[in-house]
Every structure is written in structure tokens, then in C-alpha cells.
T-cell receptor
Framework: NAGVTQTPKFQVLKTGQSMTLQCAQDMNHEYMSWYRQDPGMGLRLIHYSVGAGITDQGEVPNGYNVSRSTTEDFPLRLLSAAPSQTSVYFCASSSQALGEKLFFGSGTQLSVL | KQEVTQIPAALSVPEGENLVLNCSFTDSAIYNLQWFRQDPGKGLTSLLL?????REQTSGRLNASLDKSSGRSTLYIAASQPGDSATYLC?????????????FGKGTHLIIQP
């Protein structure tokens, strides 16, 4: 039972570098989302998708890009990393948008120097 | 804007005690509420989801209640065990026109002393 799989688990970037955080789910969930978790700020929504080909912005989308070409995959791209993007990133999915339980991946800890 | 508050921020109790974690939200127009558990360095696990038409949900030693009119939910843990030590978060959906996401509280850090 893989559930939601995120890679990598840890990443260190230099300011200005770009990278992609991978997220895949094997539960055939239509809804997928990305959150960042920061001390004192809690979890905040970055982007979400309600199905293949459909994405939308969340609360803190600036500096991030997403696409959803398949039901299974929802990668998050950092276009030009900044120290303010140092955080723990979580991918989550659900079978019915926000009407059912949300399943989370194990997270990616990102440091931007 | 929906705001979710959890009290207390931290709690330490001896093993075997029953305990209650509190969650409040400012906008009562929610259609469900979820309680999550997060272990250090791990992702979140959904424990219970209460639909707006329900008053409570139970899973094993966990019982969650929901009072929409007062904007409150509680998570009751019976006969606590050291393995219950974790951070517990509550969350409600918010929508800016689409499905959007969940608004989370900052969590209650729970320690169960053996």
C-alpha cells in the first residue's frame, strides 16, 4: 500500500536554483494538493488540482509552479529558489476534493542557502 | 477568513489518563472537520472526519465531537498510552471559489508519560 509517495525526502539548494518535488499517488484520487509547513505558521496551501489538466492557486502560490498531466502525478516546481522557501513540503490527495479524508505523503525537507 | 485555534498548544499527562484536545473555528459554515495526527519528521495521518450533519465520530479510543453553532470540536482520547504521543491538528475546508484546501490549526503537542 504505497499511498502518497514524495521524493526526495531531503534537499539542499542554493539561492536561484530550480528543482521539482515529485508526488505520486496510487489511489486513483482526483484531488491533489501541496502544502508547506513552517514553525509558527502551520500548514498553508500552495497549489491544488481537482483532476488531470486542472490546477489552481492556494494561499501561498508565489514562486511555485504545478502541472497535472496524469491522475497519479502532481509535481511542484520551484522556479528560482529563495531562502524564504526553506520549509517542509507535503503532498496530499483525496477521493472527493475536501469531502473525504486527506492522505498525506511523508514530506520533503527543503533548505535554501 | 476562516481561522482555526487549538488549545492547549502542549499537554503532558501520565499514561492511562483520559484527555480532551480542543479546536475552535471562526466561520461555522463548514461541511466537515478533520482531526490529524503528526509524528516527528512524518506526514499527517487523518484520524477522524466529522461531516457537518454529524455530532461525533468514534475510532477505537478516539472520539471527536462537533458543535458547528459554537464553532468548536473536541478530540477525546481514552486511556492514553505512550504511543499516543504526537502532535494533533484539526482542520476545516475553505473555498475561495474552487475546491481549495484545508485551514489547519497549529496543533496540540501531546506527551504521554510512561
Amino acid at each position: 500500500n504505497a499511498g502518497v509517495t514524495q521524493t526526495p525526502k531531503f534537499q539542499v539548494l542554493k539561492t536561484g536554483q530550480s528543482m521539482t518535488l515529485q508526488c505520486a499517488q496510487d489511489m486513483n484520487h482526483e484531488y491533489m494538493s501541496w502544502y508547506r509547513q513552517d514553525p509558527g505558521m502551520g500548514l498553508r496551501l500552495i497549489h491544488y488540482s481537482v483532476g488531470a489538466g486542472i490546477t489552481d492557486q492556494g494561499e501561498v502560490p508565489n514562486g511555485y509552479n504545478v502541472s497535472r498531466s496524469t491522475t497519479e502525478d502532481f509535481p511542484l516546481r520551484l522556479l528560482s529558489a529563495a531562502p524564504s522557501q526553506t520549509s517542509v513540503y507535503f503532498c496530499a490527495s483525496s477521493s472527493q476534493a475536501l469531502g473525504e479524508k486527506l492522505f498525506f505523503g511523508s514530506g520533503t525537507q527543503l533548505s535554501v542557502l | 477568513k476562516q481561522e482555526v485555534t487549538q488549545i492547549p498548544a502542549a499537554l503532558s499527562v501520565p499514561e492511562g489518563e483520559n484527555l480532551v484536545l480542543n479546536c475552535s473555528f471562526t466561520d461555522s459554515a463548514i461541511y466537515n472537520l478533520q482531526w490529524f495526527r503528526q509524528d516527528p519528521g512524518k506526514g499527517l495521518t487523518s484520524l477522524l472526519l466529522i461531516q457537518s450533519s454529524q455530532r461525533e465520530q468514534t475510532s477505537g479510543r478516539l472520539n471527536a465531537s462537533l458543535d458547528k453553532s459554537s464553532g468548536r470540536s473536541t478530540l477525546y482520547i481514552a486511556a492514553s498510552q505512550p504511543g499516543d504521543s504526537a502532535t494533533y491538528l484539526c482542520a476545516v475546508p475553505y473555498s475561495g471559489g474552487g475546491a481549495d484546501g484545508l485551514t489547519f490549526g497549529k496543533g496540540t503537542h501531546l506527551i504521554i508519560q510512561p
